[in-house]
């Protein structure tokens, strides 16, 4: 069985938690992305929060708060499903499926962030095509309700 080292993006692009969201979201178009990992400093690279494009739609859009002069801190998930490079790619997998996830940031023993899953990367990059489907409907089933 692979590892989550195996399949992650290596190096995601990240930003701080002083970071307006409307950088965030230029962020987001250029690379293509739908999450942001937010990290404390740019030398420890610890893993504080993410921002999804959902964050910014639910707690930025619909709320009409200035993206401007919000911060990612602000409106950040702070509490972050994670996954060990070293993990069997089947642990962040579970992960995915349980708490409805589309990625998972993968970190270090200090909680440096080192990469990130998505469903795309299972996709490409496993081999196993039984468990990205199986990925795709538990995330996809739990979502339309």
Do not use: F, W, Y
């Amino acid at each position: 069985m692979k590892k989550c080292s195996d399949v992650m993006t290596k190096n995601p692009v990240c930003a701080l938690p002083s970071d307006g969201v409307a950088k965030i979201a230029r962020l987001m178009k250029s690379k293509d992305i739908g999450s942001i990992p937010i990290i404390e400093n740019e030398q420890t690279k610890k893993l504080v929060g993410m921002v999804t494009d959902r964050d910014l739609a639910l707690k930025v859009v619909a709320k009409e708060r200035d993206a401007k002069s919000t911060t990612a801190e602000e409106v950040m998930t702070r509490e972050v499903v994670t996954c060990q490079s070293d993990d069997n790619l089947q642990k962040a997998l579970d992960a995915m499926s349980e708490h409805q996830l589309r990625r998972i940031p993968v970190v270090d023993t200090n909680n440096a962030i080192v990469g990130i899953i998505a469903q795309a990367d299972v996709a490409t990059r496993a081999d196993e095509p039984e468990k990205t489907g199986e990925l795709v409907k538990d995330i996809s089933q739990s979502n339309a309700t």
